[in-house]
């Protein structure tokens, strides 16, 4: 009887002018274990995951299937061992991996033979954005742009950055993050970002990550809107950056923050933010292109 067993990664949409656009991948990880059976079935590894489905309704599980149909083929039933070190609901990405693992049974299971590019399009198609799905098929520093069908990307590894990411007890709803950011914007905000978002790209091409945060912190869509939503948020830049970081911005829809530092820095400012409660500060690694 068939089996596969993988990993997918988390990852942080955004790097704040990366709206939609740029994320990273994250070494924290979905586990997943299938074979297939008489009927579908989740038997999760972490009670964190008990509040999702274990049924067929389950996201990996409906986009395998999903998937497969778009192929022309019929996924097999599966049990599903499913363990995870990602945060539901907190900007990390957890939605968008069940999507890429979803993507991955199929592919699999359905022997599809799915490039990277592929699976990429695929997510982004589900998710309407590729900055989650995006790095957690392909690992790295991810930029993308999808729309109408159309999907260009490249990606790149930022060695030599260290992340701490902060995670407040309390979840944001993807919908309602998205909710509070205005219907247009006006048009200087829209040539200025632009400007930061080329400059941004420029800086991490040259690993210029002293200019690389600045500009990180320079976004107009959807930082200024988000940030009332997070209490904490001024309190952990200003400790981040007094400590030597490069940025610190939101995670994704939040409303986890992500502080971008040099490796020489990462345990001071690490041990300063201990001072915010009700967040878990912790030193995340990147996980590289595949
Ligand atoms: N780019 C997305 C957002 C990521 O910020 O809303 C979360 O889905």
């Given amino acids: 009887m068939e089996t596969h067993q993988f990993k997918v990664p988390a990852s942080s949409a955004n790097l704040g002018p990366g709206f939609d656009s740029i994320g990273i991948a994250l070494e924290k990880f979905?586990?997943?274990?299938?074979?297939?059976?008489?009927?579908?079935?989740?038997?999760?590894?972490?009670?964190?995951?008990?509040?999702?489905?274990?049924?067929a309704t389950n996201l990996v599980v409906q986009t395998a299937i999903a998937t497969a149909r778009k192929y022309g083929r019929e996924m097999p039933?599966?049990?599903?061992?499913?363990?995870?070190?990602?945060?539901?609901?907190?900007?990390?990405?957890?939605?968008?991996?069940?999507?890429?693992a979803?993507?991955?049974?199929?592919?699999?299971?359905?022997?599809?033979?799915?490039?990277?590019?592929?699976?990429?399009?695929?997510?982004?198609?589900?998710?309407?954005?590729?900055?989650?799905?995006?790095?957690?098929?392909?690992?790295?520093?991810?930029?993308g742009y999808y729309k109408d069908d159309e999907l260009f990307y490249n990606t790149l590894d930022l060695e030599g950055l260290e992340v701490i990411m902060s995670v407040p007890e309390y979840e944001i709803d993807t919908k309602e993050a998205r909710g509070v950011l205005p219907e247009t914007y006006p048009k200087q905000d829209a040539v200025d970002q632009n400007a930061i978002n080329n400059a941004l790209l420029m800086a991490m091409m040259a690993k210029d990550f002293k200019s690389m945060g600045r500009l990180m912190m320079k976004d107009r869509l959807h930082e200024p809107y988000r940030r009332q939503l997070i209490g904490e948020y001024d309190r952990i830049r200003e400790i981040a950056l007094d400590g030597g970081a490069y940025a610190t911005v939101i995670s994704g829809a939040g409303p986890s923050l992500l502080t971008v530092c040099d490796a020489r820095d990462a345990e001071g400012i690490l041990g300063a933010l201990q001072a915010v409660p009700g967040c878990i500060h912790e030193r995340i690694k990147l996980y590289r292109q595949r």
């Fill in 102 to 143: 979803g993507i991955e049974l199929a592919d699999r299971f359905c022997d599809l033979n799915l490039s990277d590019f592929e699976k990429v399009f695929r997510g982004s198609e589900i998710e309407e954005h590729p900055d989650n799905v995006g790095p957690s098929v392909t690992g790295g520093l991810f930029v």
């Fill in 77 to 100: 039933a599966l049990k599903i061992y499913m363990g995870s070190e990602i945060p539901l609901t907190h900007g990390m990405g957890s939605s968008a991996s069940a999507i890429v």
């Fill in 30 to 55: 979905l586990y997943i274990e299938a074979r297939e059976s008489d009927a579908w079935q989740v038997e999760f590894k972490d009670a964190f995951l008990e509040v999702l489905p274990d049924d």
